[in-house]
Every structure is written in structure tokens, then in C-alpha cells.
């Protein structure tokens, strides 16, 4: 029997038993349908984080932090109180986020300068705004957003906050735009709010600037909802809010932002990590603080999947069952298969291209079903609740994914059809000749 023949054979064999076989198939199907939802839903999310960070730039700027040989505060896993440290603050930035670390000082800054690889550093100023109003409307709540070196925002509207100007300038982030009165986002450009800030000796200050753009708040946005303002507005909220600190205690930063070159290779980076260490320093790129975002999407997606995977091996006993039945049936039609030349090896071939015809069937169903259910799904989610995340398809589907899946469900059902298979191999064919 040719190749060709078989597989025929194979495929018209499977539906022998109508029934059976359609039960295996939707066992398999809701495996093949998990397995693809969840590694849709792991697609889509990585995918928009990559997007995101792409289109803010800085995947060639480094946070750097000098981290503190202890960390104290209640709740601390320690043996007793810690000694005060004047030079530590609490860091909040990406590079060191709830911890304490070591203040950098412009010296820090002129030595991080003369490290090998660094290009360029630039310190980054923490700022605590009061309130933010527009016409002397409600006055709401907002942080203050820093760009590191190269960085820059997702506008919907309006234009990047120019570092050349002496005109005070922000991005306005959207979810602000209708509450402080503004129809639309293009409406909020060229517009004058105020932005309140306190001083060390208690006493709040306004300052007047102009919106250039309208921000697009995303998951991996490095402002979230906060302003972002240009380095003449920065530096004025910054000495505003340093009114009545020691001279000497003003240019005290938690941390700094460096800039390496976006031709560095991943080892070069790796080794200006080592030298920054070296000098007391901690260095952190936008890639490793979104590794950890991602190693948790990553982790659920896997349990997920191991879910699936317990369906699948559910299912395997399904097609076990189904092949075993089968070869009963037809025991006489093997032995008159074997009698008239057919060798045991293309018997075991046939059984096992029907057992691996059932995982195809039972794994595209559940894979083109998932992919429908999946792009609807997220179609929905977009347009309400995940409305204020644009351009996030929170199910997506690579093609490659899809067909690996098919693929391990076909290897799966094979697998699991070797044991009838080889038992029709091994049937003797005067013996099955006499069966009843």
C-alpha cells in the first residue's frame, strides 16, 4: 500500500465510529482552545509592552542608583534599629523602587561622567506638585513625570516638550483633558494651566505654563498619569520646591539616568553594569525593569498552560480508548491486511496516522475557534474596559504559535496512539482471522 493510500485509509478509518471519534476530537478541543487563548493572551500583553517601550525610546539609557549597605524602617528583617545615615534617601524611581539608597551628589554625577562607555549623565529631579487647574477651574491632583535622556512620550496630540526652550512647557497626560475643561485633546494644546507647588518653609507657589501635548497613558508608559514638563519648567519647580533647603543639601538626587550609545551590545552593557558596579553604583535599563513585568505575565501564562496540558493528556486517554476499540473491531480486517502482505510496520503506521488525524482535527477546531473567540474578545475589551490602554490587543495571536500548537496536540495524539497501534502490528494473522 502506498503512502498515499495510507493516509486515505487513515482518514476514512477515523470516522468508522462517528460518535467516538467526535468525543475524542472536542476532549482535544478544549485543550488546543486553552492552550491558544492563554499564549494569545501572553502574546498580546509582550507585544504591547515591546511596542510601548519602542515608541518612548531610551533602550540606550541606564537608571543608576548608589544603593545603600542597609536598608532600615519598620518591618525590616534586621536583628535590631539601624544607624542613621544622613546621605540615604528613599528612592521611587525605576532604578530602585521602595528602597533606600545613598544620595548622589555632582560629584557622583562628574564621576559616573568619567566611567568608560558613558556618554552622557543627566540627574533626575524628584518633584511633588500640589494640585494642577486650568482657568481657575477644580483643581486636581498630579505627579510629576521624568523623561530620562532619549526618551520621549506617546503623544495622541500636540508635540514633544521642547529642552531648548526657556518657555515653561508640559505634556498634559489625556485622562486630564475633559476635567480641567478642555473638549478634546487637540483643544488642550496651546492652552495655560497652573501647576501649585509647596516649598521647605510651607509656603505654595503657582506657575503658569503652556500644554504642547497630549500624552497617551499605556502600561509601560514611564510617566503614567503625570505631566511631563520641559527642563526650563522642570528646573523652576525644582528650585521652587528647594526654597528654604541648605544650599548644601539642594543638589542631593535619588538618581541619575546615563546614556551608553545605541550601538552597546548586550555584553558591553553588561560590562558597563560590572564597571558601574565597581565604583559603588547600581545600573538599570528600561529592558530590565520591564523583564520583571514580563517574567510575571510569562509565569501566569505558563500555569495557564498547564491546564491545558492536563487536558491534553486527559484527552490522549480519549484517543487510547477510541484506537483500542477499533483495532477490536476490526480485528479480522488486520489479519486479512497482514495475510494478504500488508508488513506490521505499515499496520502500526496506519493506526498511528489515525490517531494523529484526530489530534489535527481536534486541535485546529480548537484553534481557529480560539483565534475567533480571542480577537472578538479583545475587540470588546478595547473599546470599554481597557479603553484608556489604546492600542493594546489584550489577545493576540502569532502564526508560528498557532501552528507549533497544532503541531504538539498532533504529537501528542500520536503518542498517545502507538500503544493500539502496536498491538494491531503485533496481531497474528491466522489468529485474527478466527476471531469472532
Same mark, same amino acid.
Given at each position: ?97 521602595? $528602597?533606600? +539608597?545613598?544620595?548622589?551628589?555632582? #560629584? @557622583? %554625577? ?6 568608560? =562607555? /558613558?556618554?552622557?549623565? *543627566? ?102 498619569? $503625570?505631566? +511631563?514638563?520641559?527642563?526650563?519648567? #522642570? @528646573? %523652576? ?6 526654597? =528654604? /533647603?541648605?544650599?548644601? *543639601? ?187
Amino acid at each position: 500500500m502506498r503512502t498515499v493510500d495510507l493516509i486515505g485509509t487513515a482518514v476514512a478509518n477515523t470516522f468508522r465510529s462517528k460518535t467516538r471519534t467526535i468525543l475524542t476530537i472536542l476532549a482535544i478541543f478544549v485543550g488546543a482552545f486553552t492552550l491558544t487563548l492563554t499564549n494569545g493572551l501572553g502574546t498580546g500583553i509582550n507585544a504591547y509592552i515591546d511596542d510601548t517601550v519602542s515608541s518612548v525610546g531610551a533602550s540606550d539609557t541606564m537608571t543608576v542608583t548608589k544603593t545603600a549597605d542597609t536598608v532600615g524602617g519598620l518591618g525590616a528583617a534586621t536583628s535590631g534599629p539601624k544607624e542613621y545615615d544622613p546621605d540615604a534617601v528613599a528612592a521611587t524611581g525605576a532604578g530602585a523602587p521602595g $528602597s533606600t +539608597v545613598v544620595a548622589l551628589t555632582p #560629584t @557622583d %554625577l562628574d564621576e559616573l561622567g568619567r566611567i568608560d =562607555g /558613558v556618554l552622557d549623565v *543627566q540627574a533626575v529631579k524628584s518633584i511633588s506638585t500640589d494640585y494642577i487647574e486650568a482657568g481657575g477651574g477644580t483643581k486636581y491632583v498630579v505627579g510629576v513625570g521624568g523623561l530620562i535622556s532619549g526618551q520621549s512620550v506617546t503623544l495622541l496630540d500636540g508635540a514633544q516638550p521642547d529642552d531648548d526652550t526657556e518657555t515653561l512647557q508640559l505634556v498634559l497626560p489625556t485622562s486630564y483633558v475633559e476635567p480641567l475643561g478642555f473638549g478634546s485633546d487637540a483643544d488642550a494644546v496651546g492652552q495655560t494651566v497652573t501647576v501649585a507647588i509647596t516649598d521647605a518653609q510651607r509656603t505654595q507657589h503657582t506657575v503658569d505654563a503652556t500644554v504642547v501635548g497630549v500624552a497617551e497613558e499605556s502600561l509601560a508608559s514611564p510617566t503614567g498619569a $503625570s505631566i +511631563v514638563p520641559n527642563a526650563a519648567l #522642570t @528646573d %523652576l519647580l525644582y528650585e521652587t520646591q528647594n526654597i =528654604g /533647603v541648605p544650599s548644601d *543639601q539642594v543638589e542631593r538626587y535619588a538618581q541619575a539616568s546615563i546614556r551608553f550609545g545605541a550601538d552597546a551590545t548586550d555584553e558591553q552593557v553588561t560590562a558597563l553594569k560590572d564597571r558601574l558596579a565597581d565604583a559603588g553604583y547600581t545600573g538599570t535599563t528600561v529592558a530590565d525593569q520591564l523583564g520583571t513585568i514580563k517574567t510575571v505575565i510569562d509565569g501566569i501564562v505558563l500555569v495557564l498552560n498547564a491546564f491545558a496540558i492536563i487536558a491534553l493528556l486527559a484527552a490522549s486517554f480519549g484517543i487510547v480508548n477510541t484506537l483500542l476499540m477499533s483495532v477490536q473491531e476490526r480485528t479480522r480486517e488486520i489479519g486479512l491486511m497482514k495475510a494478504m502482505g500488508m508488513g506490521s510496520g505499515k499496520v502500526f503506521g496506519l493506526f498511528s496516522l489515525e490517531a494523529a488525524f484526530i489530534g489535527f482535527l481536534g486541535s485546529a477546531i480548537g484553534v481557529g475557534i480560539a483565534v475567533l473567540a480571542g480577537t472578538g474578545i479583545s475587540a470588546a475589551l478595547s473599546g470599554s474596559l481597557l479603553a484608556d490602554l489604546p492600542g493594546l490587543d489584550l489577545i493576540a495571536f502569532d502564526p508560528v504559535s498557532l501552528g507549533i500548537i497544532v503541531l504538539v496536540v498532533m504529537v501528542i495524539a500520536f503518542l498517545a496512539g502507538t500503544l493500539p497501534a502496536a498491538r494491531a502490528a503485533k496481531a497474528d494473522p491466522v489468529e485474527s482471522l478466527r476471531y469472532e
